[in-house]
């Protein structure tokens, strides 16, 4: 037979003897009390929440799989022949472009990268125009484009040809720009002809910090505190307070959570904040990664909680225990798609969930005490709860630890002083050091003064007020610090993480110490990437050059490439200033370098490049070939825009005589 609990909204009173009184102003309706069962079928929902946000993260990147944009024309059509050179390239696509969708384009005329614009969207986000600075010459013209998200991952790419049937026109102070040397210089830096000067967005920083840390404070809150409700207070929703109480974290969560969109929005699209008010902006965080989808899912979520926040005696019905475990533990994951790059990042994620688990109860049950159950004196329900919370606290505060522990050797190993981030970490460290001093001295102080008492008196109620207080008061700081945090990028993230390459061509010389290896990517027609790891020898490396041998016959320019390593380390060249390939087929790496034990000539490795589309090409024979006799032109001493970084760990010295050293000092 159910038992006839009240469990309508109730208020406390302190009187002037110092006691709690409830005051009921409802009627009353049967429920069952909670037992075992009814808390592992919560366990349970708790489970499929996590799975329904997990599914609900993958749909939108299944949804974009099938909806990727593509072109729909090209103008000079692919294969046409011009009487004069095109003053505008214009690529036209079947879908309108996301707001941070980026076009990028190149033009290889003759073997010869041609001056043009930057690439022009217009209003309709359809149409994407390029203008051509200098007239191309008579000859065979090769455009290459393609398509990146915010990410800098390439969405759609592709490549046409044209010809041009005559020479430009002739000009007094123009010089030929024509060549026989065998050779292209990859540019330093990237020249822009364009002199429009982008609107001032302002800063979204600040706003996207404040939103971001709201929201997660609310999360934590509403979840910590309806978990202790349905572990050891299930007398909780009696009081008006707590009902008050949740109302109010919760609303700041839904606040601070449509700041955090809005902010952004505005930091993806390079837009300001009032540009990114409208709710359609939102929608194009699909395509910012999983820290977007995220917030979007973070959103709908925290929303959905209100459900339960505004009646949270539903965390202790059985009929409605697993919504109202479902919908905020979702929310609670997507707190930890905020951090969802760096090495091992399905391993990252499932450990970030039990990590912001672990927190939420640790600093949202404190938070809940604090403000709601020691807020005054009161009867036997107080000390269990507040017994309760001590109990389950502590295995979350080590579950916290040694999570929060995992997480910083996965994204900083031991560079903590050495990044910006490392150095924030250490600051949270603190804090979360003084947080554990205050809430243990707390658990201690429960375990003597509340063993056997039957009622929360005044005395312990001040007491057990200002510890859990000052407790959860370190905890908003060490989520401020967090929220510092997710704006910068640890020592072991990759920045490059977005670029793809073809298998490693490993060189390894034991007359000159060299070991490297050299990953060129995407391997198509077109522009290419370019990573050069350098093992061996630590120092005394000069002349580090790569040259790019096209296939036989097949009248192409030689690429060649000076790598500014002089020691050991890595040396990246992103796509968008990469490697021009401009025709395919079984191209020729030669490596050249000297150490201060000799030197390498020329060492070869051979590769394919497939055309815009990744289908192989045989290159005909009937082509003529370069002219062999030919002056070489002294090459202009710059080198391209690489990223140099050293390796995480210092090479193994082969000899006992070459001492190693760290580059970066």
């Given at each position: 037979?159910?038992?006839?609990?009240?469990?309508?909204?109730?208020?406390?009173?302190?009187?002037?003897?110092?006691?709690?009184?409830?005051?009921?102003?409802?009627?009353?309706?049967?429920?069952?009390?909670?037992?075992?069962?009814?808390?592992?079928?919560?366990?349970?929902?708790?489970?499929?929440?996590?799975?329904?946000?997990?599914?609900?993260?993958?749909?939108?990147?299944?949804?974009?799989?099938?909806?990727?944009?593509?072109?729909?024309?090209?103008?000079?059509?692919?294969?046409?022949?011009?009487?004069?050179?095109?003053?505008?390239?214009?690529?036209?696509?079947?879908?309108?472009?996301?707001?941070?969708?980026?076009?990028?384009?190149?033009?290889?005329?003759?073997?010869?990268?041609?001056?043009?614009?930057v690439p022009k969207v217009d209003l309709d986000g359809v149409f994407v125009t390029v203008t051509i600075n200098t007239p191309v010459p008579r000859g065979n013209c090769f455009v290459s484009w393609f398509l990146e998200n915010a990410l800098g991952e390439t969405i759609v790419r592709g490549g046409s040809s044209f010809g041009v049937t005559s020479d430009p026109p002739a000009s007094g102070a123009e010089t030929d720009t024509t060549t026989t040397s065998p050779f292209i210089q990859v540019p330093a830096v990237p020249v822009s002809t364009s002199t429009e000067v982008a609107e001032n967005p302002g800063s979204t920083g600040g706003a996207l910090w404040l939103g971001r840390m709201l929201s997660t404070l609310g999360i934590l809150i509403v979840f910590g505190s309806l978990s202790l409700i349905s572990i050891g207070w299930p007398e909780g929703p009696e009081y008006v307070v707590t009902v008050r109480f949740l109302r109010a974290v919760w609303l700041v969560a839904l606040l601070g959570t449509v700041l955090y969109l809005v902010a952004f929005a505005a930091d993806s699209a390079g837009t300001s904040l009032g540009s990114a008010l409208s709710p359609s902006t939102w929608l194009d965080?699909?395509?910012?990664?999983?820290?977007?989808?995220?917030?979007?899912?973070?959103?709908?979520?925290?929303?959905?909680?209100?459900?339960?926040?505004?009646?949270?005696?539903?965390?202790?019905?059985?009929?409605?225990?697993?919504?109202?475990?479902?919908?905020?533990?979702?929310?609670?994951?997507?707190?930890?798609?905020?951090?969802?790059?760096?090495?091992?990042?399905?391993?990252?994620?499932?450990?970030?969930?039990?990590?912001?688990?672990?927190?939420?109860?640790?600093?949202?049950?404190?938070?809940?005490?604090?403000?709601?159950?020691?807020?005054?004196?009161?009867?036997?329900?107080?000390?269990?709860?507040?017994?309760?919370?001590?109990?389950?606290?502590?295995?979350?505060?080590?579950?916290?630890?040694?999570?929060?522990?995992?997480?910083?050797?996965?994204?900083?190993?031991?560079?903590?002083?050495?990044?910006?981030?490392?150095?924030?970490?250490?600051?949270?460290?603190?804090?979360?050091?003084?947080?554990?001093?205050?809430?243990?001295?707390?658990?201690?102080?429960?375990?003597?003064?509340?063993?056997?008492?039957?009622?929360?008196?005044?005395?312990?109620?001040?007491?057990?007020?200002?510890?859990?207080?000052?407790?959860?008061?370190?905890?908003?700081?060490?989520?401020?610090?967090?929220?510092?945090?997710?704006?910068?990028?640890?020592?072991?993230?990759?920045?490059?993480?977005?670029?793809?390459?073809?298998?490693?061509?490993?060189?390894?010389?034991?007359?000159?110490?060299?070991?490297?290896?050299?990953?060129?990517?995407?391997?198509?027609?077109?522009?290419?990437?370019?990573?050069?790891?350098?093992?061996?020898?630590?120092?005394?490396?000069?002349?580090?050059?790569?040259?790019?041998?096209?296939?036989?016959?097949?009248?192409?320019?030689?690429?060649?490439?000076?790598?500014?390593?002089?020691?050991?380390?890595?040396?990246?060249?992103?796509?968008?200033?990469?490697?021009?390939?401009?025709?395919?087929?079984?191209?020729?790496?030669?490596?050249?370098?000297?150490?201060?034990?000799?030197?390498?000539?020329?060492?070869?490795?051979?590769?394919?490049?497939?055309?815009?589309?990744?289908?192989?090409?045989?290159?005909?024979?009937?082509?003529?070939?370069?002219?062999?006799?030919?002056?070489?032109?002294?090459?202009?001493?710059?080198?391209?825009?690489?990223?140099?970084?050293?390796?995480?760990?210092?090479?193994?010295?082969?000899?006992?005589?070459?001492?190693?050293?760290?580059?970066?000092?």
């Open positions: 037979m159910a038992t006839v609990v009240d469990v309508s909204v109730r208020t406390f009173v302190p009187s002037r003897a110092g006691t709690r009184r409830r005051r009921t102003q409802s009627t009353s309706r049967p429920v069952t009390p909670p037992t075992p069962a009814t808390r592992i079928v919560a366990w349970i929902s708790f489970t499929f929440g996590l799975f329904l946000a997990v599914v609900a993260v993958l749909m939108p990147s299944a949804v974009n799989a099938q909806d990727a944009n593509s072109l729909n024309s090209i103008d000079p059509v692919d294969g046409s022949s011009l009487e004069v050179s095109p003053q505008l390239i214009t690529l036209s696509f079947n879908q309108e472009l996301a707001n941070d969708d980026v076009p990028k384009l190149s033009l290889v005329c003759n073997n010869v990268i041609q001056d043009v614009g965080l699909k395509d910012a990664g999983w820290p977007g989808r995220g917030a979007l899912l973070r959103l709908v979520f925290v929303a959905a909680s209100g459900w339960v926040a505004m009646r949270p005696e539903r965390i202790i019905d059985p009929q409605s225990a697993m919504l109202a475990w479902g919908l905020p533990g979702a929310a609670l994951i997507t707190v930890a798609l905020s951090r969802a790059d760096g090495p091992a990042a399905l391993i990252g994620f499932t450990v970030g969930v039990v990590h912001v688990l672990a927190v939420a109860v640790w600093f949202g049950g404190a938070a809940l005490v604090a403000r709601v159950v020691v807020a005054g004196p009161g009867e036997e329900d107080l000390v269990h709860a507040t017994r309760a919370f001590s109990r389950v606290s502590v295995p979350a505060m080590l579950v916290a630890a040694v999570t929060g522990v995992i997480q910083v050797i996965r994204l900083d190993g031991g560079e903590l002083f050495s990044s910006s981030h490392g150095r924030v970490l250490l600051l949270k460290v603190i804090a979360v050091a003084a947080m554990l001093a205050v809430a243990l001295a707390a658990r201690q102080q429960v375990t003597m003064r509340l063993e056997r008492a039957h009622e929360m008196t005044v005395p312990l109620a001040d007491r057990f007020r200002r510890a859990f207080g000052a407790e959860a008061a370190l905890g908003v700081v060490v989520l401020a610090f967090s929220g510092w945090m997710l704006t910068l990028t640890p020592a072991r993230v990759d920045p490059y993480a977005g670029e793809s390459y073809l298998p490693a061509l490993v060189f390894s010389d034991p007359t000159t110490g060299l070991e490297a290896k050299v990953f060129i990517g995407p391997g198509r027609v077109g522009l290419n990437g370019l990573k050069v790891e350098v093992e061996q020898p630590p120092d005394g490396i000069t002349n580090l050059t790569l040259r790019f041998v096209p296939p036989v016959n097949s009248n192409a320019f030689i690429v060649q490439q000076a790598i500014p390593l002089t020691t050991w380390g890595t040396a990246i060249l992103e796509t968008v200033d990469g490697l021009p390939f401009t025709v395919p087929g079984t191209w020729t790496l030669e490596l050249s370098a000297s150490t201060t034990t000799g030197v390498l000539e020329n060492v070869t490795y051979t590769f394919a490049v497939t055309d815009p589309e990744g289908v192989s090409v045989t290159v005909p024979t009937s082509v003529s070939a370069v002219p062999v006799q030919v002056e070489l032109i002294d090459q202009v001493t710059t080198t391209a825009p690489f990223g140099t970084t050293p390796p995480t760990d210092p090479p193994l010295d082969p000899t006992a005589s070459v001492a190693v050293t760290d580059p970066a000092g």
